[in-house]
């Protein structure tokens, strides 16, 4: 339904609650509170006389709507060069987790992709109606108890359609706004704006999920959804302009202990314990990167084969490695893609440093403290 966080680094590690299906080689993952939904809301069609596969197949046919929704936005993004990581499926709606989001023209007609596929469906949907001779609910109230289910369909379609197309960043109709205002204002002016729109429909779909009674649960999760996620995406643009410009050398860490190959757990433990590090990049005898060991490695090597095991074992043997110069926009998206471990930045003669989430929110906090203490001329 919409597409906030396709960038949050910390998303739930894969698999975690939930199930997973492939399509086009797009992993589809269904959350498990989604299951919930199905149950309960088999449990209120049966409550309503209409059998309590009536409106699990009613619901899955809908969500199979949102997915073929979601693969616009992924089949239109794979036509300007952007993969997508995963469409997850959660009760109140879909999101397509892109590896990134473009800019401008591209970002426009990626947005658009998703709703039109809605627009498609409901064509359809209408031809074959229209086709079979199928009446018409005489009215709303019909249409939402009595009908048969391909009208339904077609209107929830309709609904999809409109309903995304509301400037509420960063759902679709937003990512529209904030796209053709690029166009105009730029990137970082058109962002502020389209956050600030959608901040202010977030609390307007509060408000309607209250009033008038009864109370629409799905209409306040979509509105601290849409609230939450437009207040990231303003800071997110903000982490972009401040780094702009600057490259991986400005950002990294250069005093950090590392380990060897050989060295234990035991060892390691040592240093996790003694300094704020969360990850130790492990050097061997002629210098070069071996790999890095993760916190979450280590513990678990901890607890299972023990404090003599060596490092070598248990260590990522495939870091992500940047050079000194790379534009820190960059790796900024490798830590988003990446959000297990640090970056590091490696050149010809070994490992100059490392850049975490962490230090990198620190450098982004000191270049806006550094901005606003120079007045602009
Ligand atoms: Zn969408």
Not at 12 to 35: A, K, L
Not at 113 to 121: D, E, I, K, T
Not at 198 to 206: H, N, R, S, T, V
Request: hydrophobic share 50%.
């Amino acid at each position: 339904m919409n597409d906030a966080a396709q960038r949050r680094p910390r998303t739930p590690p894969e698999g975690g609650g939930s199930w997973s299906i492939r399509v086009g080689g797009i992993p589809i993952r269904i959350h498990f509170t989604f299951i919930l939904l199905l149950l309960w809301f088999g449990a209120i069609s049966a409550s309503q006389g209409d059998g309590f596969f009536g409106g699990v197949v009613f619901l899955l046919l809908l969500f199979g709507c949102v997915v073929l929704h979601e693969l616009g936005h992924a089949t239109m993004a794979r036509r300007f060069g952007v993969q997508t990581r995963e469409i997850v499926l959660y009760p109140i709606g879909g999101v397509a987790r892109l590896e990134r989001i473009p800019s401008g023209k591209a970002e426009l007609l990626i947005a658009l992709a998703g709703p039109a596929v809605n627009l498609v469906l409901a064509g359809l949907l209408f031809g074959y109606l229209v086709v079979r001779q199928v009446r018409a609910p005489g009215s709303a109230e019909e249409l939402l108890t009595g009908a048969p289910v391909v009208w339904q369909l077609l209107f929830a379609n309709l609904v999809l359609f409109f309903f995304n197309l509301i400037p509420a960043f960063p759902m679709d109709g937003g990512r529209v706004l904030r796209a053709t205002l690029s166009l105009a204002i730029g990137q970082d002016r058109a962002t502020q704006i389209a956050a600030t729109v959608g901040q202010g429909m977030a609390i307007l779909f509060a408000m309607l999920a209250f009033f008038p009674p009864p109370i629409k649960p799905v209409l306040l999760l979509i509105a601290i959804f849409v609230f939450l996620g437009a207040g990231q995406e303003a800071a997110f643009q903000r982490g972009r302009t401040a780094v702009r410009g600057l490259t991986a050398r400005a950002a990294m860490v250069t005093r950090f202990e590392s380990l060897a190959p050989q060295d234990s757990l035991q060892r390691a433990a040592e240093l996790l314990l003694a300094t704020h590090q969360q990850d130790f990049p492990v050097i061997d005898a002629w210098g070069r990167v071996a790999g890095v060991l993760h916190r979450g490695a280590l513990l678990t090597g901890l607890a299972g084969p023990g404090r003599d095991m060596a490092v070598l074992d248990l260590m990522d043997r495939e870091p992500v490695a940047v050079d000194p110069e790379t534009p820190l926009e960059e790796v900024l998206r490798l830590l988003q893609s990446r959000p297990a471990g640090p970056i590091l930045v490696v050149d010809a003669e070994g490992l100059k440093g490392m850049i975490t989430l962490e230090n990198f929110g620190e450098l982004i906090e000191v270049s806006q403290v550094l901005r606003r203490s120079q007045p602009s001329t």
